[in-house]
């Protein structure tokens, strides 16, 4: 007999506890051998006063047992909560969100009948780092961190999922036509790790054209690889467009932990009243039952569902006349698909799990460049709407082999040579390097910094300029 393995589950808020409650008795029904360690998240949680909606008890069983199935939670809006979903991906390395979008056509209605593709979206960095500041009273700011490590393990992981689940194409989104540096060094690890796949093909589109085939002709694709807030944004339409994104289910994977969930929210109005559909969950659990190793109760799971699916027992979000036999509530499809227990579909192609090798991805020690200082932004907080009078004032500063070189404001060159046309707000950046690229100090940095002061002007944050390997590693005002 298969030993217990210890989980942690959390009921969460709103149609949480009620989803969550008909997926462990389907898969409890199914014969999954767990060891369930229930710990409280959320709403109530956030409410008490923690920012965070998770106790410290409940991390302790998490990094206990390493393994998270959670139903939805709501975060209160505003009062500077931060999401937990977003807080435990990165607490505990959950580099890797994995999300499959199949069709279920004809008894799921949708226009994509042959959609079968798995997003692979990068779990930790990306704007989702949450680094926000208002710097001046018209401009706040959001700052988006891509790493070299994290592109190479969740490109690496996509590639390696690929490989093992028999897939054939991996293709990867970003937007490195406008975002050169950030989405660039994505593109590239993309590239490089894609030449080690030659049974793999590969292939790029910049997300806007991307998500516009993936809406239209969603079979083109097969793993789709893809920044954090890119991947989150098409998964949700990937779903969606297989006929309900109440269908989906989400794994979340690290090198140490892993947390299963539906990707659909709380739903509260519809919470307490035995309408929700628990598939999205249930399929979450379905990833973790071949996660942990219990890879032949997850294919009686998923076969007895995709059996009641076929039969036309559906709850209300996807019933529809003529295709749907039976409308039915949360507990009453729950025992659908327990009395399914043992069948396999008639339509569908039956679904067999195998115990699959737990993917490991390190990366690749990071080779160390040449770096030198040749320059540097100072962002200021400036309400005067002139971006002539405010490069009168300060184009003469200098310090070293910095010198003036332009003022930008959102990023546009406004001083030298700007249109009038261009609307400037309250936050402006002044650049100051070398034009030959030749090292300075950090002297000179703090001497611009002192000019710019004692001129009256509002410093709210610095941006020094580097080259590695002699290449620039910042990029050009638009309209330079």
Same mark, same amino acid.
């Given at each position: 007999?298969?030993?217990?393995?210890?989980?942690?589950?959390?009921?969460?808020?709103?149609?949480?506890?009620?989803?969550?409650?008909?997926?462990?008795? *389907?898969?409890?029904?199914?014969?999954?051998?767990?060891?369930?360690?229930?710990?409280?998240?959320?709403?109530?949680? =956030?409410?008490?006063?923690?920012?965070?909606? #998770?106790?410290?008890?409940?991390?302790?069983?998490?990094?206990?047992?390493?393994?998270?199935?959670?139903?939805?939670?709501?975060?209160?809006?505003?009062?500077?909560?931060?999401?937990?979903?977003?807080?435990?991906?990165?607490?505990?390395?959950?580099?890797?969100?994995?999300?499959?979008?199949?069709?279920?056509?004809?008894?799921?209605?949708?226009?994509?009948?042959?959609?079968?593709?798995?997003?692979?979206?990068?779990?930790?960095?990306?704007?989702?780092?949450?680094?926000?500041?208002?710097?001046?009273?018209?401009?706040?700011?959001?700052?988006?961190?891509?790493?070299?490590?994290?592109?190479?393990?969740?490109?690496?992981?996509?590639?390696?999922?690929?490989?093992? =689940?028999?897939?054939?194409?991996?293709?990867?989104?970003?937007?490195?036509?406008?975002?050169?540096?950030?989405?660039?060094?994505?593109?590239?690890?993309?590239?490089? *790790?894609?030449?080690?796949?030659?049974?793999?093909?590969?292939?790029?589109?910049?997300?806007?054209?991307?998500?516009?085939?993936?809406?239209?002709?969603?079979?083109?694709?097969?793993? #789709?690889?893809?920044?954090?807030?890119?991947?989150?944004?098409?998964?949700?339409?990937?779903?969606?467009?297989?006929?309900?994104?109440?269908?989906?289910?989400?794994?979340? *994977?690290?090198?140490?932990?892993?947390?299963?969930?539906? #990707?659909?929210?709380?739903?509260?109005?519809?919470?307490?009243?035995?309408?929700?559909?628990?598939?999205?969950?249930?399929?979450?659990?379905?990833?973790?039952?071949?996660?942990?190793?219990?890879?032949? +109760?997850a294919s009686n799971v998923h076969n007895a569902w995709l059996a009641t699916l076929e039969q036309g027992i559906h709850t209300y979000d996807i019933y529809k006349e003529?295709?749907?036999?039976?409308?039915?509530?949360?507990?009453?499809?729950?025992? %659908?698909?327990?009395?399914?227990?043992?069948?396999?579909?008639?339509?569908? %192609?039956?679904?067999?799990?195998?115990?699959? %090798?737990?993917?490991?991805?390190?990366?690749?020690?990071?080779?160390?460049?040449?770096?030198?200082?040749?320059?540097?932004?100072?962002?200021?907080?400036?309400?005067?709407?002139?971006?002539?009078?405010?490069?009168?004032?300060?184009?003469?500063?200098?310090?070293?082999?910095?010198?003036?070189?332009?003022?930008?404001?959102?990023?546009?060159?406004?001083?030298?040579?700007?249109?009038?046309?261009?609307?400037?707000?309250?936050?402006?950046?002044?650049? &100051?390097?070398?034009?030959?690229?030749?090292?300075?100090?950090?002297?000179?940095?703090?001497?611009?910094?002192?000019? +710019?002061?004692?001129?009256?002007?509002?410093?709210?944050?610095?941006?020094?300029?580097?080259?590695?390997?002699?290449?620039?590693? &910042?990029?050009?005002?638009?309209?330079?």
């Amino acid at each position: 007999m298969t030993q217990k393995r210890a989980i942690t589950v959390a009921y969460g808020d709103g149609i949480g506890p009620e989803i969550m409650q008909a997926a462990l008795d *389907i898969i409890q029904a199914a014969g999954a051998q767990l060891d369930i360690e229930v710990i409280e998240i959320g709403e109530k949680v =956030y409410l008490r006063g923690n920012t965070a909606g #998770i106790e410290p008890s409940a991390w302790e069983s998490l990094r206990r047992t390493k393994v998270f199935l959670k139903a939805p939670i709501t975060t209160p809006q505003g009062g500077g909560f931060k999401s937990l979903n977003v807080t435990t991906r990165k607490m505990l390395g959950l580099y890797a969100n994995v999300r499959p979008c199949t069709s279920y056509y004809p008894y799921v209605d949708t226009k994509h009948p042959k959609m079968d593709l798995v997003i692979v979206r990068e779990n930790e960095e990306d704007l989702y780092a949450g680094i926000e500041h208002q710097q001046t009273d018209e401009v706040v700011q959001c700052l988006k961190l891509i790493s070299r490590p994290g592109c190479e393990k969740i490109v690496r992981y996509a590639f390696e999922y690929a490989r093992q =689940y028999n897939r054939k194409k991996v293709t990867c989104f970003t937007k490195d036509n406008i975002m050169k540096l950030t989405d660039g060094l994505f593109h590239k690890v993309f590239d490089e *790790i894609a030449a080690e796949y030659k049974d793999i093909e590969n292939e790029h589109w910049i997300i806007d054209i991307g998500a516009a085939k993936l809406a239209d002709t969603p079979e083109a694709f097969d793993v #789709i690889v893809t920044p954090n807030l890119y991947g989150d944004i098409i998964s949700d339409i990937a779903a969606q467009i297989t006929g309900s994104v109440g269908l989906a289910g989400s794994a979340n *994977i690290g090198d140490g932990c892993a947390m299963f969930e539906a #990707i659909h929210g709380s739903a509260p109005r519809r919470a307490g009243q035995d309408l929700a559909n628990p598939s999205g969950l249930l399929l979450g659990a379905v990833q973790m039952l071949v996660h942990i190793g219990q890879a032949d +109760v997850a294919s009686n799971v998923h076969n007895a569902w995709l059996a009641t699916l076929e039969q036309g027992i559906h709850t209300y979000d996807i019933y529809k006349e003529g295709v749907s036999k039976e409308k039915v509530g949360t507990k009453a499809f729950a025992q %659908a698909v327990i009395a399914r227990m043992g069948t396999k579909p008639e339509k569908f %192609a039956p679904v067999a799990y195998k115990a699959a %090798a737990t993917i490991s991805i390190k990366p690749s020690p990071t080779k160390v460049a040449k770096k030198e200082l040749v320059g540097v932004d100072v962002f200021i907080h400036y309400k005067d709407r002139d971006p002539n009078k405010l490069g009168a004032a300060i184009r003469g500063f200098k310090a070293g082999q910095m010198n003036f070189n332009m003022i930008t404001n959102r990023g546009v060159k406004v001083y030298p040579d700007g249109f009038e046309e261009t609307f400037c707000t309250d936050h402006w950046r002044l650049r &100051f390097k070398n034009e030959e690229m030749k090292p300075s100090t950090y002297t000179d940095v703090m001497e611009l910094q002192k000019q +710019v002061m004692q001129a009256g002007f509002d410093i709210i944050k610095t941006e020094n300029l580097y080259t590695l390997d002699g290449k620039p590693s &910042f990029s050009l005002g638009q309209g330079q």
